[in-house]
């Protein structure tokens, strides 16, 4: 026998018991049979709770019901399900058919379907959802009774406002879309879902409003979904970086947010939601770059302080991204820019400093990092012991000891706060980590260096597209009407149409004359105010 | 040809920042004088007849690359000989802005950094930009442009609080008016106006043809007035004596610039000019030449020629010239008569003549 042949037998040999045990096999009709069956494919696992009734004076008669434990709603179980089945089967069981009574008299829970194959059982089962399996049918009921222990929908810690919803997603899926059906209530809010992860089977719903979203955009988020195989989804970050365009760069394609508000928002505009349950990160594409500049709340103040917010945001990234490197670079080689007496000043204390600048701002920038990751993963009471080495050991010991310049551990500490402030982790996350280029970029080619350096930052942002649509739009490539909701933000009676970028099946936004008419304005004046009214004073 | 598309709006800004970026630097139309001015306008008006001219190719061959259609005028072997004759062209023009570009950077910034040095970094960004593509390459200057037109509002406002604007510098004009058409037809004809040559190579990706005329015309206006702006500021701050002196007028310009005793020594202004207007051009250049080439030699993959072309831009750059003043005589007596006029007027009109007959007879 030729080894090619012996192969194939053998990779024969592997095929059969996959195909025939398990998932083939459809429900028998003998409840016993059945019962076996679960317990052996749960490898009797005892938070499958298996309950076995007697329905009928005729004892060949007997039902199952089958739920996970702690998966359920407990009182749906035992009220609607057992208790029912108990009183009233009984007096109902006269000629009619079993599954016929069960199905329109006595199970009285919100959802109940027929099922005949294992894997969509086992699937529901595991959902929690309860099967009801009766002796002498190969058929089995399957009643929605999901619940269990869940996390109350509560403010999202990451993102925080001081207007506006205080409602964050929480872990699971139904809870996070009915949580944006409360916002929409249009039939055109359509969902979709699907199951992926070959092991962890976990749910997961893309959201959009029919008649507004690019159809072509819904067709690419399926497509790539479609094409997910993973082992497991434990977040939507799994999701993120298999879907997302550039993977491999430090910019986001993707955005997620925890609040329902901001996932409406983007809906209007025409985006697509993925909601991953397990996690309350709902992911949001497409994405582009000044999105990670804006927050909900933006929306609900009025708009010239929303803009200004908006523009110091963008300030405070760039801040972010080359205040250390512009420090460096000026101190560096081009001295003749800062004013005379500042220059004395910065002299003086450098001159007792053995590094050059580059060296400093990498020793703080390195120490912050430290300190900054430390702080994050730290529980409350320890972060205070951490903000205290910081601060006195840190921050004043280093300038004590001559290692630092006192002007350099102000340029970091702006630094720091301004990338703190920036409001999307994701992007601030980016520009941290380009700060270290630049700051070589001008250690090693001053003011020319953190240009060229910039010049090829803005090459590389308007090369990238998240679901085909350019990251940099609106800026470039330069879309005009939509550059009122970018780093500006104006009033909201403005906002007519769609963000053109996203090519919305339904442009028009609202009416063109949502700017508010005061009465004055009209022509209309109390009577006792009018001009030469004799009470006018 | 890569398959991509430019708007109306990005090929005005590009050719914008593509005529300004140097040519704002550098002393312009001098040997005019105080006249200056008058010389870059006229220059100006000129140009938009040169447009004319390369526009009405374009007609001919909407869907074609200068490069590509040399061929189909002239014959295979002529026709392709000249397309290569002009990618050379394109390269050497990208090799002569890169090295002035180093030499300005290096003589006002950065005293002891080799030139090398400084030119490599620079081709290194040319060189990721162009391998991107010219979509690519339209929106960077879509984001650099916004950059630029802050600098200038910038910069006028503190020229124009500062008080430093002196109007009887510009007086008396027009003292010689031989000398400014002479000016005109020896030097600023050719820098910057009759570099849009390159142009021929960027007009096929546009997706509206039919605002060509309309987009291009006020952009070369745009720059015209834009530059003579400059100049009229130039003079009437420095005056003729200092900014024929000067190697960079603007540069001077801005560093009188005196505002409240701590709005003084604005260079950092000036770099950021430099640099990005030395990139793009550097960038249009290289690229033409990369897509020229792709387009000559069936490369399948034009963005893989961004190494080897902006390589070679580079080691031209360095060898062109054994020193500074040499390259500033080239660029002053040789390169505009015997290389640019040839490639930017004669050739282009030669090729229309031809292009006129072969499609009477059809």
């Given at each position: 026998m030729s080894y090619r042949k012996l192969r194939k037998k053998m990779h024969y040999k592997e095929q059969i018991p996959d195909s025939a045990s398990?998932?083939?096999?459809?429900?028998?009709?003998?409840?016993?049979?059945?019962?076996?069956?679960?317990?052996?494919?749960?490898?009797?696992?005892?938070?499958?709770?298996?309950?076995?009734?007697?329905?009928?004076?005729?004892?060949?008669?007997?039902?199952?019901?089958?739920?996970?434990?702690?998966?359920?709603?407990?009182?749906?179980?035992?009220?609607?399900?057992?208790?029912?089945?108990?009183?009233?089967?009984?007096?109902?069981?006269?000629?009619?058919?079993?599954?016929?009574?069960?199905?329109?008299?006595?199970?009285?829970?919100?959802?109940?379907?027929?099922?005949?194959d294992w894997d969509t059982l086992f699937q529901s089962l595991l959902s929690g959802d309860t099967v009801i399996l009766l002796d002498g049918?190969?058929?089995?009921?399957?009643?929605?009774?999901?619940?269990?222990?869940?996390?109350?929908?509560?403010?999202?810690?990451?993102?925080?406002?001081?207007?506006?919803?205080?409602?964050?997603?929480?872990?699971?899926?139904?809870?996070?879309?009915?949580?944006?059906?409360?916002?929409?209530?249009?039939?055109?809010?359509?969902?979709?879902?699907?199951?992926?992860?070959?092991?962890?089977?976990?749910?997961?719903?893309?959201?959009?409003?029919?008649?507004?979203?690019?159809?072509?955009?819904?067709?690419e988020v399926r497509q790539r979904l479609g094409r997910v195989d993973l082992d497991a989804i434990l977040d939507s970050g799994y999701i993120e970086q298999v879907i997302e365009d550039e993977s491999s760069g430090l910019f986001?394609?993707?955005?997620?947010?925890?609040?329902?508000?901001?996932v409406a928002g983007n809906l209007l505009e025409g985006r697509v939601a993925i909601f991953v349950n397990g996690t309350p990160h709902v992911l949001i594409v497409p994405a582009i770059m000044i999105q990670f500049f804006q927050t909900p709340e933006d929306y609900y103040v009025r708009f010239p302080i929303s803009t200004l917010i908006r523009m110091l945001?963008?300030?405070?990234?760039?801040?972010?991204?080359?205040?250390?490197?512009?420090?460096?670079?000026?101190?560096?080689?081009?001295?003749?820019?800062?004013?005379?007496?500042?220059?004395?000043?910065?002299?003086?204390?450098?001159?007792?400093?053995?590094?050059?600048?580059?060296v400093e701002a990498l020793i703080m920038e390195v120490t912050f990092e430290i300190l900054r990751e430390a702080g994050l993963r730290m529980p409350n009471k320890i972060s205070a012991t951490i903000s205290i080495v910081g601060a006195l050991v840190i921050g004043q010991g280093v300038i004590q000891a001559g290692?630092?310049?006192?002007?350099?551990?102000?340029?970091?500490?702006?630094?720091?706060?301004?990338?703190?402030?920036?409001?999307?982790?994701?992007?601030?996350?980016?520009?941290?980590?380009?700060?270290?280029?630049?700051?070589?970029?001008?250690?090693?080619?001053?003011?020319?260096?953190?240009?060229?350096?910039?010049?090829?930052?803005?090459?590389?942002?308007?090369?990238?597209?998240?679901?085909?649509?350019?990251?940099?739009?609106?800026?470039?490539?330069?879309?005009p009407k939509s550059l009122k909701d970018s780093i500006m933000r104006g009033p909201i009676w403005s906002f007519n149409e769609r963000p053109k970028s996203l090519n919305p099946q339904n442009r028009v936004r609202q009416g063109t004359d949502q700017k508010p008419l005061p009465p004055i304005k009209r022509g209309m004046m109390r009577a006792e105010t009018k001009e030469g009214d004799k009470n006018e004073s | 040809m890569e398959k991509a598309k430019i708007s109306t709006s990005q090929l005005f800004i590009v050719m914008i920042l593509f005529q300004l970026s140097n040519s704002l630097l550098i002393p312009l139309a001098m040997r005019?004088?105080?006249?200056?001015?008058?010389?870059?306008?006229?220059?100006?008006?000129?140009?938009?007849?040169?447009?004319?001219?390369?526009?009405?190719?374009?007609?001919?061959?909407?869907?074609?690359?200068?490069?590509?259609?040399?061929?189909?005028?002239?014959?295979?072997?002529?026709?392709?000989?000249?397309?290569?004759?002009?990618?050379?062209?394109?390269?050497?023009?990208?090799?002569?802005?890169?090295?002035?570009?180093?030499?300005?950077?290096?003589?006002?910034?950065?005293?002891?950094?080799?030139?090398?040095?400084?030119?490599?970094?620079?081709?290194?960004?040319?060189?990721?930009?162009?391998?991107k593509g010219i979509e690519v390459v339209a929106r960077t200057g879509e984001l650099l442009f916004v950059v630029m037109l802050m600098l200038a509002f910038f910069l006028f406002l503190l020229i124009a609080i500062s008080g430093l604007i002196d109007i009887s510098n510009l007086r008396p004009t027009l003292e010689d008016s031989p000398k400014i058409l002479k000016t005109v037809f020896t030097e600023t004809l050719y820098v910057p106006f009759g570099e849009i040559i390159?142009?021929?190579?960027?007009?096929?990706?546009?997706?509206?043809?039919?605002?060509?005329?309309?987009?291009?015309?006020a952009a070369i206006s745009i720059t015209g007035v834009a530059l003579a702006f400059t100049t009229i500021l130039n003079i009437s701050v420095l005056?003729?004596?200092?900014?024929?002196?000067?190697?960079?007028?603007?540069?001077?310009?801005?560093?009188?610039?005196?505002?409240?005793?701590?709005?003084?020594?604005?260079?950092?202004?000036?770099?950021?000019?430099?640099?990005?207007?030395?990139?793009?051009?550097?960038?249009?250049?290289?690229?033409?030449?990369?897509?020229?080439?792709?387009?000559?030699?069936?490369?399948?993959?034009?963005?893989?020629?961004?190494?080897?072309?902006?390589?070679?831009?580079?080691?031209?750059?360095?060898?062109?010239?054994?020193?500074?003043?040499?390259?500033i005589e080239e660029g002053l007596n040789a390169f505009p008569i015997y290389v640019q006029l040839p490639f930017q007027i004669i050739l282009p009109v030669f090729l229309l003549f031809i292009a006129f007959i072969k499609n009477r007879k059809k």
């Open positions: 398990d998932t083939q096999k459809s429900i028998d009709t003998s409840i016993t049979e059945n019962l076996n069956f679960i317990k052996q494919k749960t490898g009797n696992s005892p938070d499958i709770i298996i309950r076995t009734l007697a329905i009928s004076h005729d004892p060949k008669v007997s039902a199952a019901i089958i739920h996970v434990d702690g998966l359920v709603d407990n009182p749906t179980i035992n009220e609607f399900l057992v208790q029912t089945m108990e009183d009233s089967v009984q007096e109902k069981l006269q000629d009619e058919d079993l599954f016929t009574v069960f199905t329109e008299k006595v199970v009285a829970v919100g959802s109940l379907e027929t099922v005949s049918k190969n058929e089995a009921l399957i009643a929605s009774t999901r619940g269990g222990e869940r996390r109350p929908v509560e403010q999202s810690d990451s993102e925080i406002t001081l207007r506006g919803s205080k409602e964050g997603f929480t872990e699971s899926i139904n809870t996070n879309t009915a949580l944006v059906r409360r916002i929409i209530k249009n039939p055109n809010l359509w969902v979709e879902s699907m199951n992926l992860g070959k092991q962890t089977n976990t749910d997961l719903s893309i959201m959009y409003i029919n008649g507004i979203v690019d159809e072509n955009i819904v067709k986001p394609t993707v955005t997620h947010t925890e609040r329902p508000d901001a945001r963008v300030f405070m990234f760039l801040i972010s991204l080359i205040g250390p490197a512009f420090y460096v670079a000026v101190t560096t080689f081009h001295q003749e820019m800062i004013p005379t007496d500042l220059l004395v000043i910065i002299a003086s204390q450098t001159e007792s400093v053995p590094f050059p600048a580059i290692i630092v310049s006192p002007a350099m551990v102000i340029v970091v500490a702006t630094t720091a706060i301004a990338s703190l402030a920036t409001p999307n982790y994701d992007i601030a996350i980016s520009a941290r980590l380009l700060r270290f280029a630049f700051m070589l970029g001008a250690a090693i080619a001053g003011f020319y260096g953190i240009i060229l350096g910039l010049i090829m930052l803005i090459v590389h942002l308007v090369s990238l597209r998240s679901f085909g649509i350019p990251y940099m739009a609106p800026f470039a490539p330069l879309i | 005019a004088g105080r006249d200056s001015w008058l010389a870059i306008l006229i220059a100006t008006a000129i140009s938009i007849f040169l447009f004319f001219i390369y526009r009405a190719l374009y007609l001919y061959y909407p869907s074609l690359l200068l490069t590509d259609y040399t061929e189909k005028l002239i014959g295979k072997v002529l026709g392709r000989t000249l397309a290569f004759l002009y990618i050379l062209f394109f390269l050497y023009s990208a090799a002569r802005v890169l090295r002035e570009f180093g030499v300005m950077l290096l003589s006002f910034a950065f005293p002891e950094t080799p030139l090398f040095v400084a030119s490599a970094l620079m081709i290194l960004v040319v060189i990721y930009t162009i391998y390159v142009f021929t190579m960027i007009f096929p990706y546009l997706n509206q043809a039919k605002k060509l005329k309309k987009t291009a015309v005056g003729v004596p200092l900014i024929e002196r000067s190697l960079f007028p603007l540069l001077t310009t801005i560093q009188s610039i005196e505002v409240g005793e701590f709005l003084e020594r604005l260079d950092v202004i000036f770099i950021l000019a430099l640099i990005i207007g030395g990139f793009f051009k550097v960038a249009v250049y290289t690229y033409c030449a990369l897509i020229g080439t792709a387009s000559l030699f069936n490369i399948k993959e034009p963005s893989k020629l961004a190494y080897p072309l902006g390589i070679t831009v580079l080691f031209t750059s360095m060898v062109i010239a054994s020193n500074y003043s040499q390259h």
